[in-house]
């Protein structure tokens, strides 16, 4: 019979359905008995279109259904029963996974020889050498479905070997041996590459048509033939009596020398919509003037999009192809541009869309490349409960269960660090056979009892040494003190973590694991950690599980480093999909899933070059040239295939076209077919689609969007005096003069801050223990003159280093340059030892002050030391830059003088009354400023302690204004000048907010 075409414009099912019903593709087959219908025979694509043509043939009222087949999907059972009968049984399919392990073992092998070694630049890791495993697994597709073979690959070689790099022709010395390993493994195994088994299925059915359908009517609907054994079915289809080809969006407006173009290798068409079809033509071979259109009405949708979407060659003559301005609002009418300026936004304008295309009864379809954007969509629609999944489903990798293995896994191989443990125990399905409320609760105690502001040893044992030490008292200031018994519910949730992790701390002990071990251990961590929980993915993870464990030591072994790209790799391709029964008017699909569908209103989403269409990455096996010389189709033939499902969707009648402006933190553009559109229709037909677009984003802004607030005022609490403090440290009176708002937040309040969980050490902390080390020196009365001095320092800080185990590389880093730091502190106390009778370190004080109700200043010296000649020093170690002059003469740095103040009045314990002679600070750290005294500097016309009496008055008087008188505390007084952190409190003041306001941003 003939080949037939339905243009992108005409929904295809229905129209198929409708042409066979008035006889048109069933030629002279006798329809005037009742059950006719039963007799037809449609072969389409994809199971959903087989669901989609049986629901047109019911809404058109055509009594029995045809017999609707799919490409290669009769039942394996049955085929040793279609002609000829004597076929023998296919062997099983090899799995993808087991495809998987075994290529990966010959691709380390390859690796750890001297050609593999040379191709990388560094040893790749096990999970780079799964996906490699994977990469040439497709390859081997490729070659399996183009019907090549390791000769086409060796001829590569043979011609062009003068031409290739090291690096190519090594890789291909590499293939000639894995491609004769693989299918020999197959063979031995007794089964066979799923995309073989898809050929040989088709050719059955290709060489039993005759046979099996005789004369009558037989129909193939919605192929474009890229696989070469679909093309000999569909060859033969067309040669039965009564056989009759209908190809999607096939343009037969194509002249015979456009067509010969698209077929020239020279011009590089694979990325045109129109090659597939234009290859299965002349495989068939027929001619542009056999194919016939079913669709009578012409419409300027089609000629637009076919227009814009041209060779490239043709582009010269647009301006003698533009279409009217009638024409393009015509063609453009139902079409929308939605450009958001952010994926999530993309996500709710889309959602916003396709909800009020539900509510005005429509049915909505979303098509999209990208899972994570297609996620993103279904959380938006749930807003107003409609419930709708991707049909491609969800990774496991992503699921809800491939998220709990990722953090047993994280915690394993972390050592137990806090933001990990936090993170299983605040996961809803971590009840290990608790209930959730439970299981909270004493998360709640751990992450404030033990993790905040503490630092663990690696292991649950640290965790266990955190909980005796805030038990017994030791711990000094913990964000909660436990009694008894919150710490015997924390010991028995730990004993069940450490139950749950033993299998994979065991496997992370091992040299080497296999990928089935690893497996073994996640899932056994899982069935503890899970216990109780009904968690999505839960069957799908322990098939997976399940699978591997069966294949055994088939796989790579791998020491037990970068596990979480491990299990990414060995998870690719499992999927979980929802059983549960969801609303059939909304849908979203992928590109393969949402051809040949014609909902009312359809959505493409996600069009951003690079992923619709997606780069034509040829792989790191072949190049691209490589590839055209082996005869495979080179990488920009996806392209192309993603184009015909564009142009195919454009055909629908309401069309929304969605991309984003930005792709995470990087800039993003529009499709390049979105961008051919754009530019063929031109701005004023562009605009108007984009304005009808940017309804739904202004729409999603608004959703989210609070209505206009004034920003807060700066805060001036007024609490009773009461209940103001009494006491306040020396390194208070500073904040006292600063911002007295944070002593009310603090003293009034009751609020501190609580420190970052699990926050890595940094300089700050290690100048703090550089601090102390010297403090301890001093304490112990060693002698800064003696020869072993700078081993006794170094003994000290092995000491208190001790505690950085869990970054005991940094800790040995810090350790050896400590020694540097060590050898100047001796260096200064050496050179004015002449001048220092008595070293005193960590000198509390603690300062009654008469005012009109008793006031107190405590405060601790870092060194106070006693001179020859009776007066004092006082020396402050900074780990940070110490204050200007500028500061030291304005009175804004208070704590020097405050001691001095206090030294004199004899409020400093273990020091005798005396005047201080001098105010020293002394950066502690490594450089060239390090232990460089830096002099205190008083204001003109006072001397040190002239000024510290100064100071002392001012400090009172603000005491007394602030914290004995009825007087609002106001935040930031005199702000810090060139302060890059913000306060401890400065969230609570909002400071942001008014800052801003005042015009004081600098200050921040």
């Avoid at 998360?443 to 005796?468: H, K, W």
């Avoid at 979203?588 to 069009?607: T, V």
Wanted: hydrophobic fraction near 45%.
């Amino acid at each position: 019979m003939t080949i037939y075409s339905i243009a992108p414009h005409a929904p295809f099912l229905p129209k198929l359905a409708d042409r066979m019903l008035d006889g048109t593709l069933l030629g002279d087959w006798d329809r005037s008995q009742p059950f006719w219908l039963s007799d037809v025979t449609v072969i389409v694509p994809t199971q959903r279109a087989r669901l989609g043509l049986a629901e047109a043939f019911r809404q058109r009222g055509g009594g029995l259904l045809p017999d609707i087949r799919t490409f290669g999907g009769e039942v394996e059972d049955e085929e040793p029963f279609l002609p000829p009968f004597d076929a023998p049984l296919l062997p099983p399919a090899a799995s993808g996974l087991e495809r998987r392990l075994v290529l990966s073992r010959l691709v380390g092998a390859w690796a750890n020889t001297s050609e593999g070694r040379a191709a990388f630049s560094t040893p790749p890791t096990a999970g780079e050498i799964l996906s490699m495993a994977d990469s040439l697994g497709e390859l081997i597709d490729d070659l399996t479905t183009e019907e090549r073979t390791a000769g086409d690959l060796r001829a590569i070689a043979a011609g062009v070997e003068s031409n290739l790099g090291a690096y190519w022709q090594q890789t291909l010395r590499f293939l000639d041996i894995a491609l004769q390993f693989w299918p020999e493994h197959l063979r031995e195994r007794g089964r066979a590459d799923p995309a073989a088994l898809r050929s040989l299925r088709l050719d059955r059915q290709a060489a039993a048509a005759p046979l099996l359908y005789g004369d009558r009517p037989v129909i193939a609907a919605g192929s474009t033939g890229s696989i070469p054994a679909t093309a000999r079915l569909l060859d033969a289809i067309r040669r039965l009596p009564r056989g009759a080809l209908v190809l999607p969006g096939f343009d037969t407006t194509m002249s015979e020398a456009e067509h010969a173009a698209l077929l020239d290798d020279a011009n590089n068409p694979h990325g045109h919509p129109q090659y597939g079809l234009s290859k299965l033509l002349r495989g068939l071979g027929a001619g542009i003037g056999e194919v016939i259109e079913l669709e009578d009405t012409p419409a300027a949708r089609t000629d637009l999009v076919r227009l814009a979407l041209a060779p490239t060659p043709q582009t010269a003559i647009w301006s003698e192809q533009r279409m009217s301005d009638e024409a393009l609002a015509l063609a453009t009418s139902g079409m929308s541009i939605l450009a958001a300026r952010t994926e999530d936004e993309e996500a709710r304008a889309i959602a916003l869309a396709a909800r009020a295309a539900l509510a005005a009864r429509k049915t909505v379809g979303i098509v999209t490349p990208d899972r994570n954007l297609a996620r993103r969509i279904a959380a938006e629609l749930a807003r107003w409960d409609v419930r709708v999944d991707d049909a491609a489903g969800a990774p496991l990798y992503q699921s809800a269960a491939g998220r709990l293995v990722r953090e047993i896994l994280a915690l394993a191989t972390n050592g137990c660090a806090a933001v990990d443990l936090m993170a299983l125990l605040r996961n809803r399905a971590a009840l290990f056979g608790r209930s959730r409320g439970e299981i909270a609760r004493v998360a709640d105690m751990i992450e404030l009892g033990l993790l905040r502001g503490q630092r663990s040893s690696p292991g649950p044992n640290g965790i266990r040494t955190l909980l005796a030490a805030n038990l017994d008292g030791i711990t000094a200031f913990p964000a909660l003190r436990l009694d008894p018994r919150a710490g015997a519910d924390i010991s028995g949730l730990l004993d069940m973590v450490e139950a749950a992790l033993a299998p994979l701390q065991a496997q992370l002990a091992a040299p080497e694991i296999t990928a089935a071990g690893l497996a073994s251990a996640l899932l056994a961590g899982f069935v503890g950690v899970a216990d109780g929980a009904d968690i999505p993915g839960r069957r799908e993870l322990e098939a997976w599980a399940n699978e591997l464990d069966g294949h055994g030591e088939q796989g790579l072994r791998f020491a037990p480093r970068g596990l979480d790209a491990v299990l990414r790799a060995l998870m690719a391709g499992f999927q979980v999909r929802t059983l549960e029964t969801r609303r059939t008017d909304i849908t979203i699909w992928g590109q393969l899933e949402g051809r040949l569908q014609n909902p009312d209103l359809l959505i493409l989403a996600a069009l951003n070059e690079d992923k619709w269409p997606e780069p034509a990455d040829p792989g790191p096996w072949l190049s691209r040239g490589m590839r055209l010389s082996a005869g495979l189709e080179p990488p920009e033939r996806r392209q192309g295939l993603a184009a015909h499902d564009f142009a195919q969707a454009l055909g629908n009648g309401e069309v929304l076209l969605a991309f984003s402006e930005r792709i995470g933190t990087s800039p993003a553009i529009a499709s390049r077919l979105v961008q051919r559109l754009e530019a063929f229709a031109g701005d004023v037909c562009i605009k108007a689609l984009r304005s009808r677009g940017s309804r739904w984003c202004v729409e999603a802004r608004a959703l989210d969007a609070v209505a206009p607030v004034l920003p807060a005022t700066r805060p001036a609490p007024n609490p009773p005096v009461e209940v103001r403090p009494r006491r306040l440290s020396v390194t208070e009176i500073e904040t006292l003069m600063r911002s007295p708002y944070d002593l009310y937040a603090k003293h009034v309040l009751g609020l501190r801050p609580i420190d970052a969980l699990g926050s890595p050490p940094d300089a700050r902390e290690r100048g703090t223990i550089i601090h102390d080390i010297f403090a301890q020196f001093v304490i112990d009365g060693h002698d800064a003159m003696a020869a072993d001095a700078i081993d006794i320092l170094n003994a000290i800080a092995r000491v208190k280093f001790a505690g950085l185990d869990a970054i005991s590389e940094r800790r040995d880093i810090w350790l050896r340059r400590f020694d540097t730091a060590a050898r100047q502190f001796l260096d200064w106390e050496r050179s004015r030892d002449a001048e220092i009778r008595r070293r005193h370190a960590e000198i509390d004080g603690d300062w009654a002050l008469k005012l009109n109700e008793p006031m107190r200043i405590t405060g601790r010296a870092d060194r106070v030391d006693e001179r020859v000649d009776g007066t004092l020093e006082i020396v402050d170690f900074k780990t940070g830059t110490p204050p200007n002059k500028a500061a030291m003469q304005n009175f804004q740095v208070p704590q020097l003088l405050l001691e001095a103040q206090m030294a004199r009045v004899g409020a400093l314990e273990g020091v005798a009354p005396a005047d201080t002679a001098a105010l020293t600070y002394v950066k502690v750290g490594l450089g060239p400023d390090a232990f460089v005294p830096k002099a205190f500097v008083p204001p003109e016309g006072h001397d040190l302690m002239s000024a510290a009496d100064e100071l002392a008055r001012r400090a009172q008087t603000h005491m007394e204004h602030f914290l004995l008188r009825q007087t609002p505390m106001p935040s930031r007084l005199l702000p810090l000048a060139g302060q890059r952190f913000a306060g401890a409190y400065d969230h609570l003041a909002r400071v942001a907010e008014w800052s801003a306001m005042d015009g004081t941003e600098g200050d921040q």
